[in-house]
């Protein structure tokens, strides 16, 4: 079953998957350890319309989110598939440093400077409409509208920042 968006729609978030080759059928293992899930629309997007911002990385794809709550919205999303942050241990550092360099570049390839004025961040189970591992990189804050200031308050019941994420990791 595919994953909804608030409405009950069928989430588009990423309709680039299959063309950033996030797709893996022959993956091996559970659904739970595969790095493939085919019902992610993440991971199993046959509409390869999206624009990638970001391939160099061979492990990470960026893309501007559909539903942007400022100027500058952005996911940077893993290629491997990690259902949320809860999921991450000590191990993906890396990764989640890697995460917010990407997003970092993608802002500065946008002209936007400003990174104080910066939310990184992941949604908390439940309140992610996509099970698939997404940083949220938007700018500027000062833009957020009053329901953007609840969704993407830092480290709230809805999004965990990655500094704070990083150091629960290294505890």
Request: with cysteine; aromatic share 8%.
């Amino acid at each position: 079953m595919a994953e909804k968006d608030f409405a009950g729609e069928p989430s588009p978030v990423c309709v680039a998957a299959s063309a950033a080759g996030l797709e893996d059928p022959d993956s091996p293992g559970t659904p739970e350890s595969r790095d493939y899930d085919s019902s992610c629309v993440f991971s199993a997007s046959q509409e390869p319309d999206t624009e990638l911002l970001h391939c160099e990385n061979e492990d990470l794809v960026c893309f501007e989110d559909i539903k942007p709550a400022a100027q500058h919205h952005y996911l940077v999303v893993p290629k491997k598939h990690i259902r949320n942050c809860k999921e991450l241990n000590r191990d993906q550092e890396e990764m989640d440093e890697s995460m917010v360099a990407v997003g970092k570049a993608i802002l500065g390839g946008n002209n936007f400077t400003d990174f104080t004025d910066v939310r990184m961040g992941f949604h908390m189970p439940p309140f992610c409409s996509i099970s698939h591992l997404h940083l949220h990189v938007i700018a500027p804050v000062k833009q957020f509208g009053f329901l953007s200031k609840l969704i993407y308050k830092p480290n709230s019941y809805w999004l965990v920042t990655v500094d704070h994420l990083l150091e629960t990791l290294r505890k």
